[in-house]
């Protein structure tokens, strides 16, 4: 079973960059389609980006889109989000888990959830 966990969130400028790390310490995650998720205080928990185990395609909502980068380095067992441009509106807890894709391309979580990592940014 994936369990993983997250990584490289703190507090950034407007403005500034992060990279988030996932991964599994015990268990390959090379063959799962991975996703990023995140949750802001007082909101729901909402996709952010993912992308699939087969080819590489990635997925982003319309909020983070030519913001944040998605990627995987199967040498590493890791997935990472790359996040640019960062907004106040980004701040939240960030989690990554295993993920699975409708025939509409949207995209779910299907495993359980890490510790998370939090993302502030803030002046």
């Known amino acids: 079973q994936v369990q993983v966990v997250e990584s490289g969130g703190g507090l950034v400028q407007p403005g500034g960059s992060l990279r988030l790390s996932c991964t599994d310490s015990?268990?390959?995650?090379?063959?799962?389609?991975m996703g990023w998720f995140r949750q802001a205080p007082g909101k729901k928990r909402e996709g952010v980006s993912s992308i699939s185990s087969r080819d590489g395609t990635t997925y982003y909502s319309d909020s983070v889109k030519g913001r944040f980068t998605i990627s995987r380095d199967k040498t590493q067992n890791t997935v990472y989000l790359q996040m640019n441009s960062l907004k106040p509106e980004d701040t939240a807890v960030y989690y990554c888990?295993?993920?699975?894709?409708?025939?509409?391309?949207?995209?779910?979580?299907?495993?359980?959830w890490g510790p998370g990592t939090q993302v502030t940014v803030s002046s």
């Open positions: 888990t295993t993920v699975r894709f409708n025939n509409d391309g949207s995209w779910y979580a299907s495993g359980s």
């Open positions: 015990t268990t390959t995650i090379n063959n799962y389609a």
